[in-house]
Nanobody
């Protein structure tokens, strides 16, 4: 089992940057693929970015590719999401999720979730 805690959310203006962090505890962190999802009010949860167990492979949703960067540090048990050039449509609760051994863009394939952190981008 792994426990996940997100941090770093907040209120920013369009064009600003924000860095989210996901801290993990529990089983061997490098056994898990990690992804960020987000959910805006009234919308379904959507995939944002993922990183493989050792960070060698990353994948991004089209809506954030080129603006967001996911990175992980297995020595520190953390995964960060650097978000640049933020837009109002990036406003959502951002969740960190873990899946044993692999990654996916499908939220129902992840076993462990954090509590989420709110990101609000004003225009």
């Amino acid at each position: 089992q792994v426990q996940l805690v997100e941090s770093g959310g907040g209120l920013v203006q369009a064009g600003d940057s924000l860095r989210l962090s996901c801290a993990a505890s529990g089983r061997t962190f490098s056994s898990f693929g990690i992804a960020w999802f987000r959910q805006a009010t009234g919308s379904a949860r959507e995939f944002v970015a993922s990183t493989s167990r050792f960070g060698g492979m990353t994948y991004y949703a089209d809506s954030v590719r080129g603006r967001f960067t996911i990175s992980r540090d297995n020595a520190k048990n953390t995964v960060d999401l650097q978000m640049n050039s933020l837009k109002p449509e990036d406003t959502a609760v951002y969740y960190c999720a873990a899946r044993y051994w692999a990654v996916s863009t499908q939220s129902n394939e992840y076993n462990y979730w954090g509590q989420g952190t709110q990101v609000t981008v004003s225009s």
